[in-house]
């Protein structure tokens, strides 16, 4: 841990470590796979140098030189996370705000840039280690407000981080309460992104102003808007805690809309039975199952990849294991630049086997839902690594 906590960054609570990891399958549970470091994560090379570096006791600068070394083929900045996509207004960049679909607004808010605890896979990992400095607007509230209130074909905002659940209730109000404002009124639906309620549901029952919080969903709500929690869940487990089933039940009561999506990894969810347990909870519960991503091209894929060909037979597997009120699910579903790419399945094409894809989300409207084909390769783990069927670019290339 200490070898792989050099390199990436690792962080724990209380509540993950009493309620949620089984010691007793340690180490292969999946929740201690999900926030624990892990060996693997590292090529057997890396892992060597950087262990022996601290048992000679080496100087921190040395290692900080080595672990530099490694950070640099884990593909820290995949697809420019950030820098894509940044709104102009007034001639001006507004950095914390990324508009790439039409509809929808994403806010980073600054204070939102941690979680409770870290995922091993996470694809914002550079960030948590002070590499790719977040590029948050100080003044993010009022630079939002002001394009939103610009761009009238807006109708979504997605606030995301990090975990905008580690802010307080005083500041996302800031934030979240201005929207209710007549001239924001095309702002029909608020998304708030969230690893809290796996990771520490207290936020919404015992948190000092978990209260405050619920009364903040009430009013959005009373005030006409659409509030839906993006719960990140990667296992049923996390849906179990009688704290967790509290949390749910009390933001439902506010009015707010709960949906749940996660990245498909290895080690902790690449099986089929495993989301079929986890969508069957979700209905359940009343959360509505909405992506299952493909996870990024960075960090240690090595460690956590499932090639496209696996993340398909995983969904298609317990896709059709759901009654009808888990399809609402859309995935495996890749976030890439030209948008979210899906895979449809994998076919024959006049005798030639290929992926079937399309865009669920586009940069370009017109691109969406438009199937394409590309050539199979059973190790492909992300678009770049796949060719079109025909000729020698895709349609949006
Ligand atoms: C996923 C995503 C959204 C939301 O897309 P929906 O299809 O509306 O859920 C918005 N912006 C970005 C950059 C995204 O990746
Ligand atoms: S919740 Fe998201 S941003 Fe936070 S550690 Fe997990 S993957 Fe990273």
Not at 237 to 258: C, D, F, H, K, N
Not at 301 to 327: E, Q
Request: proline share 7%; net charge negative.
């Amino acid at each position: 841990m200490r070898v792989v906590g050099e390199v990436f960054p690792f962080r724990v609570n209380s509540y993950v470590i009493d309620e949620l990891i089984d010691w007793e399958r340690v180490p292969n549970d999946p929740l201690f796979q999900l926030t624990f470091p892990q060996p693997g994560m590292l090529e057997p090379d890396d892992f060597l140098r950087i262990a022996s570096l601290i048992r000679m006791d080496a100087p921190r600068t040395q290692i900080a030189a080595a672990v530099g070394k490694i950070h640099e083929t884990l593909n820290p900045h995949p697809a420019g996370q950030l820098d894509d996509n940044v709104p102009v207004l007034d001639g001006q960049r507004l950095w914390g705000l990324q508009h790439k679909y039409r509809e929808t607004v994403l806010f980073f808010p600054k204070q939102g840039q941690t979680c409770h605890a870290f995922c091993t896979y996470c694809f914002r990992w550079a960030q948590f280690i002070g590499q790719d400095e977040l590029r948050i607007a100080t003044d993010a509230n009022g630079d939002l407000l002001r394009y939103l209130e610009s761009r009238p074909e807006v109708t979504d905002l997605l606030v995301t981080g990090g975990d905008p659940m580690v802010m307080r209730t005083a500041l996302l109000e800031r934030f979240l309460e201005p929207l209710i404002q007549p001239e924001l009124a095309h702002v029909q639906n608020i998304r708030i992104g969230t690893k809290a309620l796996a990771y520490w549901p207290q936020r919404f029952v015992t948190d000092e102003d978990a209260d405050s919080l619920l009364r903040l969903f009430e009013k959005l709500v009373a005030a006409g808007k659409h509030v839906a929690i993006m719960a990140h869940f990667s296992h049923i487990r996390e849906m179990q805690t009688p704290m967790v089933q509290e949390a749910i039940r009390r933001i439902q009561s506010t009015g707010a809309v709960l949906r749940g999506q996660s990245p498909v990894v290895s080690h902790v969810n690449d099986r089929a039975e495993i989301w079929s347990d986890l969508w069957r909870e979700q209905v359940r519960q009343g959360v509505v199952p909405y992506y299952m991503f493909v996870p990024r091209n960075t960090g240690s894929r090595r460690y956590f990849g499932v090639p496209l060909v696996k993340a398909w037979t995983i969904f298609r597997d317990a896709f059709s294991s759901v009654s009808g009120l888990g399809r609402t699910v859309r995935g495996p579903s890749m976030s890439a630049a030209p948008g979210k790419v899906e895979v449809l399945g994998v076919t024959e094409v006049a005798g030639q086997q290929a992926f079937v894809l399309r865009l669920l989300q586009s940069r370009k409207p017109e691109w969406v839902d438009r199937p394409f084909f590309a050539k199979f390769d059973p190790d492909a783990m992300w678009l770049d690594e796949l060719q079109p069927l025909t000729g020698d670019r895709f349609f949006f290339e």
